[in-house]
């Protein structure tokens, strides 16, 4: 059975500063990965996905992940990140043709 | 960019009554899912439906949910007597290709059960 975990239920973090949302999987066959973000009040909206190939993915807002299959994990990075990158971050797996399984999330503050 | 859509977004009801959570996918995907998420918690996977049936369901959804395409655009999810612990956001999720490529949410309907 395929099982996501988030090991940060809460990252604050200075505006401008660089952070890292950390998520391991674990499955038993090949997978893709997926990251959400909810801001407040909000649906989930699919930041980065990873299927197959590169295993540094891209997302929209400066995002970027790193499959890394030795250590199953799919870490979440932005280089500096804003006031508006403030919400909650979901990790995802699923496996082929399977339902997607979220991880606990994690709520990404940023001060200023 | 195409969407889906979920109404109402906020549905209020008392325990053992019958709500019904509507939702239009996104036209081209053949694929339909129900989330659900209850405060502070992860979001949990309900059912998935394709073909004019369902595919997958988990331990949540039991005998007193049901899913149904009543036409070619809405995903309905009945909830036939509602329990306090029903309350929770629920999202519909639609998907071109069945999960391979990330599903498309919806803004979710916060279902409160009094």
């Known amino acids: 059975a395929q099982s996501v975990t988030q090991l940060d239920s809460q990252v604050p973090v200075f505006e401008e500063a660089p952070v890292e949302l950390r998520c391991n999987y674990s499955?038993?066959?090949?997978?893709?990965l997926f990251w959400y973000v909810q801001y407040p009040n909000q649906g989930l909206q699919l930041l980065l996905k990873?299927?197959?190939?590169?295993?540094l993915v891209k997302g929209i807002n400066g995002f970027e992940a790193e499959f890394n299959k030795s250590q199953t994990s799919f870490h979440l990075r932005k280089p500096s990140v804003h006031i508006s990158d403030t919400a909650e971050y979901f990790c995802?797996?699923?496996?082929?043709?399977?339902?997607?399984?979220f991880g606990s999330g994690t709520q990404l503050t940023v001060l200023p | 960019e195409p969407e889906v859509t979920q109404t109402p977004s906020h549905q209020v009801t008392q325990m053992g009554q019958e709500v019904i959570l509507r939702c239009v996918p996104i036209s081209n995907h053949l694929y339909f899912y129900w989330y659900r998420q209850i405060l502070g918690q992860k979001v949990e996977f309900l059912v998935s439906?394709?073909?004019?049936?369902?595919?997958?369901k988990s331990e949540i959804f039991d005998d007193q949910f049901s899913v149904e395409r009543p036409d070619g655009s809405n995903f309905t999810l009945k909830i036939r007597s509602t329990k306090l612990e029903d309350s929770a956001m629920y999202f519909c999720a639609s998907s071109e290709i069945a999960a391979n490529y990330g599903y498309t949410f919806g803004s979710g309907t916060r279902l409160t059960v009094v």
């Open positions: 439906f394709y073909n004019n049936e369902i595919s997958e």
């Open positions: 499955s038993s066959v090949s997978v893709y």
């Open positions: 990873y299927l197959s190939g590169s295993t």
């Open positions: 995802a797996v699923s496996e082929v043709g399977r339902q997607l399984t």
